[in-house]
C-alpha cells in the first residue's frame, strides 16, 4: 500500500497569502496523484488531477506540480472561500488518500 | 453532469450489516467508469472502500475486503455497497463516487452509525 504524508496538518493564513501544500509519497507513482477540496459538512471536489492539470471550473490560482514521490498544491491570493481541508489522493490500488491539510483563514 | 445520491439505514447494530445504494442519474452505470465507495469517519480523514466496473470487475481495500461487497445493477441504474460484521469503528459518512483515475463526481454522503 502506498502511503502518502501531506503537510503541514494545519495551516492559519491571511487572505492574498500564497500557499503551498505538500504530498509525498511512499514509493514513486508517476504523475497519478489527483488533489481535492473539504469544506466542512460536504463532500470533496476535485480540483487537480494526474498532478498538474486543471479541471473545468475551479479557479485558475489553484495549480499543481510534481511528479514521482513529491507534490505540491499551490493556491495563490488566497481567498477566505478556501478555508477547507484538502486531501491528495494516489490511483494505484489500494487507492489512498493523505491524512489531509486544514487551512484555516486569519 | 452525473449525479450521486445515497441512500440507506442511518443507524445499524454492531455485529450486523450495513447497506447502501447510490442512485445515479444524469448517466449511466453501463459507461466505463469505476463506481466507487469512500468513507469518512467523524473528524477524520478519506478512506477508500472499494469499487466496480459495469463488465463484472471489482478492487477491494485489502483493510476491508473480507466483509464488503460491491455490486452494480444496470436496470436500476444504480450501485451498492454492503459491509457486514460492522463495529464501532465503521461509523462514518459513505460516498458514493464515480472514478475515472480520480474521482470526479461524489455524491453527498449519507452518516451511518453503529450502536446498538
Known amino acids: 500500500e502506498i502511503v502518502l504524508t501531506q503537510s503541514p496538518d494545519f495551516q492559519s493564513v491571511t487572505p492574498k497569502e500564497k500557499v503551498t501544500i505538500t504530498c509525498r509519497a511512499s514509493?514513486?507513482?508517476?504523475?497519478?496523484l489527483h488533489w481535492y477540496q473539504q469544506h466542512p459538512d460536504q463532500s470533496p471536489k476535485l480540483l487537480i488531477k494526474y498532478a498538474s492539470q486543471s479541471i473545468s471550473g475551479v479557479p485558475s490560482r489553484f495549480s499543481g506540480s510534481g511528479s514521482g514521490t513529491d507534490f505540491t498544491l499551490t493556491i495563490n491570493s488566497l481567498e477566505a472561500e478556501d478555508a477547507a481541508t484538502y486531501y491528495c489522493?494516489?490511483?494505484?490500488?489500494?487507492?489512498?488518500f493523505g491524512q489531509g491539510t486544514k487551512l484555516e483563514i486569519k | 453532469q452525473v449525479q450521486l445520491q445515497e441512500s440507506g439505514p442511518g443507524l445499524v447494530k454492531p455485529s450486523g450489516t450495513l447497506s447502501l445504494t447510490c442512485a445515479v442519474s444524469?448517466?449511466?452505470?453501463?459507461?466505463?467508469?469505476?463506481w466507487t465507495w469512500v468513507r469518512q469517519p467523524p473528524g477524520k480523514g478519506l478512506e477508500w472502500i472499494g469499487e466496480?466496473?459495469?463488465?463484472?470487475?471489482?478492487n477491494y481495500n485489502p483493510s476491508l475486503k473480507s466483509r464488503v461487497t460491491i455490486s452494480v445493477d444496470k436496470s436500476k441504474n444504480q450501485f451498492s455497497l454492503k459491509l457486514n460484521s460492522v463495529t464501532a469503528a465503521d461509523t462514518a459518512v459513505y460516498y458514493c463516487?464515480?472514478?475515472?483515475?480520480?474521482?470526479?463526481?461524489w455524491g453527498q454522503g449519507t452518516l451511518v452509525t453503529v450502536s446498538s
Open positions: 489522493q494516489q490511483s494505484t490500488t489500494p487507492y489512498t
Open positions: 463516487t464515480r472514478r475515472i483515475a480520480y474521482l470526479d463526481s
Open positions: 514509493q514513486s507513482i508517476g504523475s497519478s
Open positions: 444524469g448517466g449511466s452505470v453501463s459507461s466505463t467508469y469505476w
Open positions: 466496480m466496473h459495469p463488465s463484472g470487475s471489482t
